[in-house]
């Protein structure tokens, strides 16, 4: 049985065993994930100081955040439901947090927001979305052969 639309994709999963939804699933997320973690990559600002680590351990050359941007998925185990995590480490939290958001300057002041995070996701919306339906695609009718 060959699947060629995406209605009865849905519907082979259906069929499917749990383990093997959640795998078809997980993967298909994934997938979208690394689409908009390549864009949020090519986004993310790059400074010219280094930085010191959340917990002062170690210290951080500028551009580091960019490099540790990936995408992480995870199960949400009491309803199964794949999720997927973009950001950079926790060692460059300040990418998302202070850079994303804007932050308090020390002697008063603020510092504004320079997104880009949000707008590498609205960037690659269709793209990721399109990544999504063909794994699921291709995951289901391997199986289903």
């Known amino acids: 049985m060959e699947v060629e639309g995406l ?28 689409k908009i973690a390549k864009r949020a ?10 930085k010191m680590a959340y917990d002062n351990s170690m210290l951080l050359a500028a551009g580091y955040g960019r ?39 020390r002697g008063g002041g603020f510092k504004p927001a320079d997104p880009w995070l949000k707008p590498a996701i609205s960037q690659t919306e269709k793209e990721a979305v399109q990544a999504f339906e063909r794994k699921i695609l291709l995951s289901v009718n391997k199986v289903l052969k």
């Open 7 to 34: 209605e009865e994709a849905i519907n082979g999963y259906r069929e499917l065993a749990q383990a093997t939804q959640w795998k078809i699933l997980s993967q298909a997320t994934a997938a979208a994930g690394r």
């Open 41 to 50: 990559k090519r986004n993310a600002p790059v400074g010219s100081v280094a």
């Open 67 to 105: 490099t540790t941007v990936k995408a992480v998925r995870f199960r949400r185990r009491y309803d199964n439901v794949a999720l997927v995590g973009i950001g950079p480490n926790k060692f460059a939290y300040y990418l998302s947090s202070f850079v994303e958001k804007g932050h308090a300057v």
